[in-house]
């Protein structure tokens, strides 16, 4: 996709009150989907304003998570894997939120992977689309996947659980998000119906690239995941809010003994 016309001029003013990088990749499809959302079209300016502000959001929450739910603080020498990291929408605020972290970012499209790498300063990993496959250089702390499991269907979904718990130190943290009831219920569905059927998956979704069996649109009640877990990892949860974020997804925080 070509980007609009000052698209990286707009980027620039939209990032510089958080001090972090502007740099943007016309192949994001995070993006792309800003940009082509009907509120901005005619103002891509408004635009890379809402991409930057909603990232930072995004950040406010992952460090408030980390930082007062879990008790580490923002210069501990800790290690984070954003993983399915994408073009680095949140990952370039993780440096500045934690600058002695190891911070490893990883996703399934490997341009994304080495754009984060160069733009961010962060270690990047090419993720598989097999979640047994997933090998990273060490074990993290905190293992962050944001908007993934909104993605992954039945036959992968506690697959990847596995995977990404197994990233974790003994006494670390997965956390994560999950479409759940509210953003099931949105367009007129009966969010009762999830309720029945626990998981609800659609093969179709904003990464157009990828296999819509293996990434679509995900829909999942809570005791789905929960079933889940005890399953794949019997980890204790240590959180779960529905709806928590952006006042839709649903977050899960999960340890590891
Ligand atoms: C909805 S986007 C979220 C990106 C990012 N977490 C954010 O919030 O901006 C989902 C991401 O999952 C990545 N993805 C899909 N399959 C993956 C896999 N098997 N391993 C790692 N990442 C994957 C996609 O490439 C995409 O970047």
């Known amino acids: 996709m070509t980007l609009p ?3 990286e001029e707009y980027c ?3 990032a510089a009150p958080y001090g972090v990088s502007p740099a943007v ?3 994001d499809f995070m993006l792309q989907r800003t940009i082509a959302d009907p509120r901005f079209q005619g103002n891509p300016r408004q635009a890379a304003i809402d991409f930057f502000i909603d990232a930072n959001s995004c950040a406010d929450n992952f460090c408030g998570i980390v930082q007062k739910v879990l008790g580490f603080a923002s210069n501990s020498a800790m290690s984070i894997l954003d993983f399915a990291s994408g073009y680095g929408r949140v990952t370039r605020f993780l440096p500045h939120r934690f600058p002695k972290a190891t911070i490893v970012a990883a996703d399934v499209h ?9 733009e961010f300063g962060v270690s990047g990993v090419i993720s598989p689309i097999v979640p047994e496959l997933l090998e990273t250089p060490r074990q ?3 293992v962050f996947a944001l908007s993934f499991f909104t993605h992954m269907p039945h036959k992968t979904f506690g697959r990847w659980l596995t995977a990404l718990h197994r990233q974790l130190k ?8 999950a479409s759940g009831r509210k953003p099931f219920g949105r367009g007129g569905r009966d969010s009762e119906l999830l309720d029945r059927y626990k998981a609800i998956f659609i093969p179709a979704s904003e990464q ?4 819509e069996q293996e990434y679509g649109t995900m829909y999942v009640a809570p005791g789905y995941v929960i079933g889940q877990l005890w399953q794949y990892v019997q980890a204790p949860i240590v959180l779960l809010e529905e709806n928590f974020w952006w006042n839709l997804q649903d977050l899960y925080v999960v340890a590891k003994r």
């Open 5 to 7: 016309e000052r698209f």
């Open 12 to 14: 620039r003013e939209a």
């Open 25 to 27: 990749h016309p192949d």
């Open 110 to 118: 490997p341009d994304a992977v080495r754009f984060v790498e160069s």
């Open 140 to 142: 993290f702390d905190v």
């Open 170 to 177: 003994p006494g670390g943290f997965l956390i994560f998000t």
């Open 208 to 211: 157009f690239d990828l296999n």
